[in-house]
């Protein structure tokens, strides 16, 4: 099957970018979703795809988006729920929250479920990314993982990777029966400009260093995990709800797997970004 349509959020740099080009190659309708306006129109016109603005640290830009991409296209057949980052400004976004855990988990919850109506009718898959350093966190409850604003970038980089991991079980526990299917995943250590963003001086040091060279994956390497859940079926080549390493199901946090904590956690969401 080609020609589907495939919204990568995150899409005009990194593993995103690595990802749109492979589709795109495969004969998929990626459309490619990015913050920066220049960057974004200019790779989406390197790939004759269409592209959309929005700067998810601004939920009301999430919001349109949504209202975009329903109007623009009639099928999605997979939501890629790709951007995040690890900066930590200290101040509130304009909606009141920590930059961090909006960017990387309030934004594509919102989107996601802006987009319900249209996904489910498509049967769609959603696919979030997460992280592999999310079971370093100690225990953590569904009110700490939303009370982020005390903490440093990467803490609430783990905690908003917990948590997305989290909105996938739910989702497809609400959903699945509905023809929705859902992963979340780990794409690896990504040498790209990620890290050297990131709030963290430790994590930009590292990367920066021959260490980060030799155990991180390139961007092209990255996306292995976005595409392979973008091109197979779920619920036959993968196990919809789950958290993917290296195409396996993989380690996370303890909390991830307590179904009250699950929805206990996208109740309190959905009414955090209400408005």
Known sequence: MTGRTIVITGASDGAG??????????GENVVVVGRS?????????????????????ELSQVRRLADELRDRFPRIDVL????????????????????????????????????????????????????????????VTAEDLLQTQRVGGPKAYALSKIAIIMFIRELNRRY????????????????????????????AIFQATG???????????????????????????????????????GKNHKITNDPEAARELWDRTAALVAG
């Open 17 to 26: 970018a690595a990802a749109t080009r492979k589709l795109a190659a495969a």
């Open 37 to 57: 306006p220049a960057k974004t129109k200019a790779f989406a016109a390197d790939m004759d795809a269409d592209y959309f603005i929005a700067d998810f640290s």
């Open 80 to 139: 890629a729920n790709n951007a995040g980052g690890m900066i930590n400004t200290g101040v509130p976004t304009v909606d009141g929250h920590e930059n961090v855990l909006q960017v990387n988990y309030l934004a594509p919850f919102l989107l996601t479920t802006f987009l319900l109506d249209r996904l489910i009718k498509s049967r769609a898959k959603v696919i979030s990314t997460s992280s592999a350093y999310q079971p370093l966190i100690r225990k």
């Open 176 to 203: 699945n029966a509905e023809g929705l299917t859902c992963a979340s995943f780990h794409p690896g250590w990504v040498v790209s400009n990620f890290a050297p963003s990131s709030s963290s001086r430790a994590v």
């Open 211 to 249: 260490i980060g060279r030799i155990i991180g994956t390139t961007p092209e390497q990255a996306c292995d995990q976005l595409v392979w859940l973008a091109t197979t079926v779920g619920d036959r080549d993968w196990t919809s709800g789950e958290y993917y390493v290296k195409r396996r199901i």
